[in-house]
C-alpha cells in the first residue's frame, strides 16, 4: 500500500528558486517538503549559470524579469553579508565598438534608468582605461550595481532556513503527477519508492520539467501551457589570472547577453555563455565553438593569449515560446492565473533567475502563507 504523508507546503525542485521559496515559507511559519529528482541541490540550472548579481538593466519596462531582478538584487545585497554568503560587489562595463553600438548603449541606459538598476552611465574610454587598462572599447556604460555570488552558499544558507524550521529537502525523488483532493493536493512520487505526499499548497519549481510536470497536473488546462524550447550555453576558462577588475560585457545578442568576461570569487575569469538552440538537453561543453569564443572575447580583449581558453562547463536556458514566437519574460502562475487555489507554478526562470530568486519566494510565500 502506498504511504501517504502530510505537509504544510510542498517544492518540488531544489535549485535556487525552489529553495527560496520553501525558506521564505519557513519564514512564515510553515514547515515546507522540497522534494528534487537529482542527487544534490541546485546541480541543474542553479550549477550552471555565470553567477552574476544582475542590476536589472535589460528587461522590459514592468517585466516580471525587471519587477524580481531589481527587487531580489536588493533583498541578496541585504541577505548575503547576514547570512555569512560570498559575494562582491564589483560592477560591470558594458562595451561597444561602432557608433551604432553607442546608440543601442544609450537605449540600455534608459531602460536601466526605467528600471531602477542603479546610476548606469556612460564613461570616457580613458576612465575605462584606468579601469580595465587591456579593455579596449570605442563607449562602454558602467553599472555600480553588478556583481557575483557563491550561489551554492546561498542555496546551502536557504537550505539551512527550510530545515530550521522544521521542514526538509528530500533528494533523488521522481514526481510523477499532482491531483487535487477534497482539501489538499496530492504530490505523487515514483521513485525510489512510491509514496503521496498531501499538502494545501504545492509549488512547481522543477525548472525544465516544469511544464511536464504541469501537463500532468489536474486541473490545469494544458492546452493554455506555452511551449519550450533550450538554449544552452557554454563557458570557457582562462588559464591562469585574467586582467580584469570588473564584468565585461559586449552588446547583447537575441537570446542572450552577449560572451561577457565574469570573475568568480576565487580571481578567476571565466567566458560565456555562448548560445546554441539544441532540441535536447545536453550539457557537453565539449561542443562549444571555440573559435568564436576568441573572436568574441578579443573584440574587447585584444591582447588574450592563443591556447589560454578551455572548455568549462554549460548550462541550458528553458525558454518559452507560444505559437512559435519567443516569450522574453518569467512566467509565474499564481493561483489567479490557472485557477486552482494553493498551487504556484514557475515557467521560463532562466537569466535572472538567480537575482530574482528572494524576490520570487517572497512573492510567493506571501500569496500562499
Same mark, same amino acid.
Given at each position: ?143 555600480? &550595481?553588478?556583481? *557575483?555570488?557563491?550561489?551554492?552558499? =546561498?542555496? /546551502?544558507?536557504?537550505?539551512?532556513? #527550510?530545515? $530550521? @524550521? %522544521? ?18 493536493? &496530492?504530490?505523487? *512520487?515514483?521513485?525510489?519508492?512510491? =509514496?503521496? /505526499?498531501?499538502?494545501?499548497?504545492? #509549488?512547481? $519549481? @522543477? %525548472? ?29 576558462? /582562462? ?131
Amino acid at each position: 500500500m502506498t504511504e501517504v504523508f502530510q505537509a504544510d507546503v510542498v517544492v518540488i525542485g531544489a535549485g535556487v528558486i525552489g529553495l527560496a521559496a520553501g525558506a521564505a515559507l519557513a519564514r512564515k511559519g510553515l514547515a515546507p517538503i522540497v522534494v528534487e529528482r537529482e542527487n544534490l541541490i541546485g546541480s541543474v540550472t542553479s550549477a550552471r549559470n555565470s553567477e552574476v548579481i544582475h542590476a536589472g538593466i535589460y528587461y522590459a519596462k514592468d517585466s516580471a524579469k525587471a519587477h524580481h531582478c531589481v527587487a531580489g538584487r536588493r533583498m541578496l545585497y541585504d541577505y548575503l553579508p547576514r547570512h555569512g554568503v560570498g559575494y562582491q560587489k564589483i560592477g560591470k562595463y558594458i562595451v561597444g565598438f561602432t557608433p551604432e553600438d553607442e546608440g543601442a548603449l544609450e537605449a540600455i541606459r534608459k531602460r536601466g534608468e526605467v528600471n531602477d538598476a542603479g546610476d548606469i552611465r556612460f564613461v570616457s574610454r580613458a576612465e575605462l582605461t584606468q579601469a580595465e587598462p587591456e579593455v579596449i572599447a570605442a563607449s562602454a556604460l558602467y553599472s555600480p &550595481e553588478t556583481g *557575483i555570488v557563491d550561489s551554492h552558499g =546561498l542555496m /546551502l544558507s536557504l537550505l539551512g532556513e #527550510i530545515e $530550521a @524550521a %522544521g521542514g526538509a529537502v528530500a533528494l533523488g525523488q521522481t514526481v510523477d503527477a499532482i491531483k487535487g483532493a477534497a482539501s489538499a493536493f &496530492e504530490v505523487y *512520487i515514483t521513485t525510489p519508492e512510491p =509514496l503521496v /505526499l498531501q499538502a494545501p499548497r504545492v #509549488i512547481n $519549481a @522543477a %525548472g525544465h520539467g516544469a511544464l511536464s510536470l504541469s501537463r500532468r497536473t489536474e486541473g490545469l488546462n494544458a492546452a493554455a501551457l506555452p511551449d519550450q524550447r533550450f538554449a544552452k550555453g557554454s563557458y570557457m576558462k /582562462l588559464t591562469g589570472r585574467g586582467p580584469f577588475s570588473h564584468l565585461i560585457y559586449p552588446m547583447p545578442v537575441p537570446g542572450a547577453l552577449g560572451i561577457h568576461a565574469t570573475l568568480d570569487l576565487n580571481g578567476g575569469t571565466r567566458f560565456g555563455p555562448d548560445i546554441e538552440w539544441i532540441d535536447t538537453y545536453d550539457v557537453d561543453p565539449g561542443t562549444a565553438d571555440v573559435a568564436l569564443f576568441y573572436q568574441a572575447a578579443r573584440r574587447y580583449w585584444p591582447a588574450l593569449p592563443d591556447g589560454s581558453l578551455t572548455s568549462d562547463y554549460s548550462g541550458v536556458r528553458p525558454k518559452l515560446t507560444r505559437n512559435g514566437v519567443l516569450l522574453d519574460d518569467f512566467l509565474i502562475e499564481m493561483p489567479e492565473e490557472h485557477g486552482l487555489e494553493g498551487l504556484v507554478a514557475l515557467y521560463g526562470i532562466e537569466s535572472p533567475g538567480l537575482t530574482a530568486a528572494l524576490s520570487i519566494g517572497s512573492a510567493i510565500a506571501e500569496r500562499l502563507h
